[in-house]
T-cell receptor
Protein backbone atom coordinates (compact mmCIF):
# COMPACT_ATOMS: atom_id res chain seq x y z
CA UNK A 1 0.00 0.00 0.00
CA UNK A 2 0.93 3.66 -0.15
CA UNK A 3 2.06 5.28 3.05
CA UNK A 4 4.40 8.22 3.53
CA UNK A 5 5.38 9.21 7.04
CA UNK A 6 7.15 12.19 8.54
CA UNK A 7 7.81 13.43 12.02
CA UNK A 8 5.44 16.22 13.00
CA UNK A 9 7.76 18.87 14.31
CA UNK A 10 11.37 20.09 14.20
CA UNK A 11 12.88 23.04 15.99
CA UNK A 12 16.33 24.42 15.21
CA UNK A 13 18.33 27.57 15.87
CA UNK A 14 19.06 30.02 13.12
CA UNK A 15 22.32 29.11 11.38
CA UNK A 16 22.12 25.42 12.28
CA UNK A 17 21.35 22.67 9.80
CA UNK A 18 17.89 21.14 9.68
CA UNK A 19 17.27 17.55 8.68
CA UNK A 20 13.73 16.48 7.88
CA UNK A 21 13.13 12.79 7.44
CA UNK A 22 10.55 10.84 5.50
CA UNK A 23 9.82 7.16 5.00
CA UNK A 24 7.74 5.66 2.26
CA UNK A 25 6.52 2.19 1.46
CA UNK A 26 6.00 1.97 -2.29
CA UNK A 27 9.20 0.80 -3.97
CA UNK A 28 7.84 1.63 -7.44
CA UNK A 29 8.05 5.39 -6.84
CA UNK A 30 9.66 7.17 -9.77
CA UNK A 31 10.29 10.54 -8.19
CA UNK A 32 10.33 11.78 -4.62
CA UNK A 33 9.61 15.41 -3.84
CA UNK A 34 9.97 17.97 -1.13
CA UNK A 35 7.43 20.78 -0.94
CA UNK A 36 7.34 23.82 1.33
CA UNK A 37 4.11 25.37 2.55
CA UNK A 38 4.09 28.71 4.30
CA UNK A 39 1.05 29.74 6.37
CA UNK A 40 -2.04 30.30 4.24
CA UNK A 41 -0.21 29.52 1.02
CA UNK A 42 -0.08 26.73 -1.51
CA UNK A 43 2.74 24.26 -1.98
CA UNK A 44 6.07 25.34 -3.38
CA UNK A 45 8.18 22.66 -5.03
CA UNK A 46 11.59 22.83 -3.38
CA UNK A 47 13.42 19.96 -4.98
CA UNK A 48 12.98 16.42 -6.19
CA UNK A 49 15.08 13.35 -6.74
CA UNK A 50 14.77 10.57 -9.25
CA UNK A 51 14.47 7.17 -7.63
CA UNK A 52 17.74 5.87 -9.09
CA UNK A 53 19.76 8.66 -7.47
CA UNK A 54 21.28 8.66 -3.99
CA UNK A 55 21.82 12.35 -3.49
CA UNK A 56 20.96 15.69 -4.98
CA UNK A 57 22.30 19.05 -3.89
CA UNK A 58 20.79 22.40 -4.76
CA UNK A 59 22.34 25.38 -2.99
CA UNK A 60 21.41 25.03 0.70
CA UNK A 61 19.30 21.94 0.11
CA UNK A 62 20.62 18.39 0.09
CA UNK A 63 18.34 15.44 -0.57
CA UNK A 64 19.48 11.96 0.41
CA UNK A 65 17.66 8.85 -0.76
CA UNK A 66 18.18 5.41 0.70
CA UNK A 67 16.12 3.28 -1.59
CA UNK A 68 16.85 0.05 0.28
CA UNK A 69 15.41 1.47 3.49
CA UNK A 70 12.85 3.63 1.64
CA UNK A 71 14.12 6.66 3.51
CA UNK A 72 14.30 10.19 2.19
CA UNK A 73 15.77 13.21 3.93
CA UNK A 74 16.01 16.92 3.29
CA UNK A 75 18.90 18.83 4.80
CA UNK A 76 18.73 22.62 4.91
CA UNK A 77 22.12 24.19 5.60
CA UNK A 78 22.40 27.49 7.47
CA UNK A 79 18.70 27.49 8.33
CA UNK A 80 17.11 30.94 8.36
CA UNK A 81 13.92 32.23 9.98
CA UNK A 82 12.40 32.43 6.51
CA UNK A 83 12.72 28.65 6.30
CA UNK A 84 10.06 28.26 8.99
CA UNK A 85 7.21 26.43 7.27
CA UNK A 86 5.67 23.02 6.86
CA UNK A 87 7.64 20.64 4.67
CA UNK A 88 5.91 17.80 2.86
CA UNK A 89 7.60 14.88 1.22
CA UNK A 90 5.71 13.13 -1.55
CA UNK A 91 6.22 10.16 -3.78
CA UNK A 92 4.96 9.96 -7.32
CA UNK A 93 3.41 6.90 -8.79
CA UNK A 94 1.66 6.32 -12.09
CA UNK A 95 0.18 9.22 -13.96
CA UNK A 96 1.95 11.83 -11.84
CA UNK A 97 -0.23 10.95 -8.86
CA UNK A 98 1.31 12.07 -5.59
CA UNK A 99 1.09 10.57 -2.13
CA UNK A 100 1.96 13.08 0.56
CA UNK A 101 3.39 12.66 3.99
CA UNK A 102 1.69 14.38 6.88
CA UNK A 103 4.11 17.29 6.85
CA UNK A 104 6.86 18.40 9.25
CA UNK A 105 6.53 21.81 10.86
CA UNK A 106 9.96 23.45 10.99
CA UNK A 107 10.40 26.20 13.52
CA UNK A 108 13.57 28.27 13.33
CA UNK A 109 14.47 30.17 16.47
CA UNK A 110 16.52 33.37 16.16
CA UNK B 1 8.47 27.94 -14.93
CA UNK B 2 5.04 26.47 -14.55
CA UNK B 3 2.58 28.81 -12.90
CA UNK B 4 -0.81 27.84 -11.58
CA UNK B 5 -3.23 30.41 -10.25
CA UNK B 6 -6.42 30.08 -8.23
CA UNK B 7 -9.27 32.48 -7.82
CA UNK B 8 -10.52 33.60 -5.41
CA UNK B 9 -7.82 33.29 -2.78
CA UNK B 10 -10.36 33.69 -0.02
CA UNK B 11 -14.14 33.41 0.03
CA UNK B 12 -16.75 33.62 2.75
CA UNK B 13 -20.26 32.48 1.97
CA UNK B 14 -23.53 31.70 3.69
CA UNK B 15 -24.64 28.15 4.35
CA UNK B 16 -26.68 26.78 1.46
CA UNK B 17 -25.04 28.82 -1.27
CA UNK B 18 -22.72 27.53 -3.97
CA UNK B 19 -19.14 28.65 -4.48
CA UNK B 20 -16.99 28.31 -7.58
CA UNK B 21 -13.21 28.14 -7.41
CA UNK B 22 -11.10 28.52 -10.56
CA UNK B 23 -7.74 26.94 -11.24
CA UNK B 24 -5.70 28.14 -14.20
CA UNK B 25 -2.40 27.06 -15.69
CA UNK B 26 -0.86 30.28 -16.93
CA UNK B 27 2.04 29.18 -19.07
CA UNK B 28 1.43 25.56 -20.02
CA UNK B 29 -1.35 23.31 -21.16
CA UNK B 30 -2.64 21.26 -18.26
CA UNK B 31 -3.98 17.98 -19.53
CA UNK B 32 -4.58 16.85 -15.95
CA UNK B 33 -5.62 18.88 -12.94
CA UNK B 34 -5.99 17.72 -9.38
CA UNK B 35 -8.11 19.12 -6.56
CA UNK B 36 -7.02 18.73 -2.95
CA UNK B 37 -8.53 19.67 0.37
CA UNK B 38 -6.43 20.52 3.40
CA UNK B 39 -7.72 20.74 6.95
CA UNK B 40 -5.78 22.78 9.51
CA UNK B 41 -2.47 21.22 10.44
CA UNK B 42 -3.08 18.27 8.19
CA UNK B 43 -1.75 17.02 4.92
CA UNK B 44 -3.39 17.37 1.55
CA UNK B 45 -6.23 15.03 0.74
CA UNK B 46 -6.80 14.32 -2.93
CA UNK B 47 -10.43 14.91 -3.84
CA UNK B 48 -10.47 14.28 -7.56
CA UNK B 49 -8.46 14.09 -10.74
CA UNK B 50 -9.71 15.70 -13.92
CA UNK B 51 -8.49 15.26 -17.44
CA UNK B 52 -9.36 17.89 -20.01
CA UNK B 53 -12.58 17.08 -21.77
CA UNK B 54 -13.42 14.13 -19.52
CA UNK B 55 -15.42 13.59 -16.38
CA UNK B 56 -13.47 13.89 -13.17
CA UNK B 57 -12.42 10.81 -11.21
CA UNK B 58 -13.35 11.23 -7.57
CA UNK B 59 -11.58 9.65 -4.63
CA UNK B 60 -13.50 7.38 -2.35
CA UNK B 61 -15.70 9.28 0.06
CA UNK B 62 -15.84 12.48 -1.99
CA UNK B 63 -19.38 13.34 -3.12
CA UNK B 64 -19.31 14.14 -6.81
CA UNK B 65 -22.70 15.87 -6.68
CA UNK B 66 -21.46 18.18 -3.96
CA UNK B 67 -18.07 18.97 -5.45
CA UNK B 68 -18.64 19.58 -9.14
CA UNK B 69 -15.50 19.66 -11.23
CA UNK B 70 -15.30 20.95 -14.77
CA UNK B 71 -12.14 20.84 -16.87
CA UNK B 72 -13.38 22.31 -20.11
CA UNK B 73 -10.10 23.65 -21.46
CA UNK B 74 -6.40 22.94 -21.23
CA UNK B 75 -5.86 25.93 -18.96
CA UNK B 76 -8.91 26.01 -16.72
CA UNK B 77 -10.56 23.73 -14.20
CA UNK B 78 -13.31 24.77 -11.82
CA UNK B 79 -14.48 23.30 -8.53
CA UNK B 80 -17.99 24.22 -7.44
CA UNK B 81 -18.97 23.48 -3.87
CA UNK B 82 -22.74 23.18 -4.04
CA UNK B 83 -25.05 23.92 -1.10
CA UNK B 84 -22.07 24.65 1.09
CA UNK B 85 -22.19 23.91 4.81
CA UNK B 86 -19.85 24.95 7.62
CA UNK B 87 -18.11 21.55 7.50
CA UNK B 88 -17.04 22.34 3.92
CA UNK B 89 -14.90 25.16 5.28
CA UNK B 90 -11.35 24.28 4.34
CA UNK B 91 -8.34 25.18 2.25
CA UNK B 92 -8.75 23.96 -1.33
CA UNK B 93 -5.65 23.58 -3.48
CA UNK B 94 -5.45 22.68 -7.13
CA UNK B 95 -2.50 21.41 -9.08
CA UNK B 96 -1.82 20.87 -12.75
CA UNK B 97 0.42 18.77 -14.90
CA UNK B 98 0.88 18.28 -18.61
CA UNK B 99 2.96 19.46 -21.53
CA UNK B 100 5.57 16.82 -20.84
CA UNK B 101 5.99 17.85 -17.25
CA UNK B 102 6.60 15.05 -14.81
CA UNK B 103 5.33 16.66 -11.67
CA UNK B 104 2.35 18.59 -10.38
CA UNK B 105 2.50 22.34 -10.02
CA UNK B 106 0.34 23.74 -7.27
CA UNK B 107 -1.88 26.77 -7.07
CA UNK B 108 -1.76 29.10 -4.07
CA UNK B 109 -4.94 27.70 -2.58
CA UNK B 110 -8.39 29.07 -1.78
CA UNK B 111 -9.61 29.41 1.77
CA UNK B 112 -13.34 28.77 1.96
CA UNK B 113 -15.28 29.77 5.05
CA UNK B 114 -18.94 28.83 5.22
CA UNK B 115 -20.93 30.68 7.85
Amino acid sequence: GEDVEQSLFLSVREGDSSVINCTYTDSSSTYLYWYKQEPGAGLQLLTYIFSNMDMKQDQRLTVLLNKKDKHLSLRIADTQTGDSAIYFCAESLEGNMLTFGGGTRLMVKP
Amino acid sequence: GAVVSQHPSRVICKSGTSVKIECRSLDFQATTMFWYRQFPKQSLMLMATSNEGSKATYEQGVEKDKFLINHASLTLSTLTVTSAHPEDSSFYICSATGGGRDTQYFGPGTRLTVL
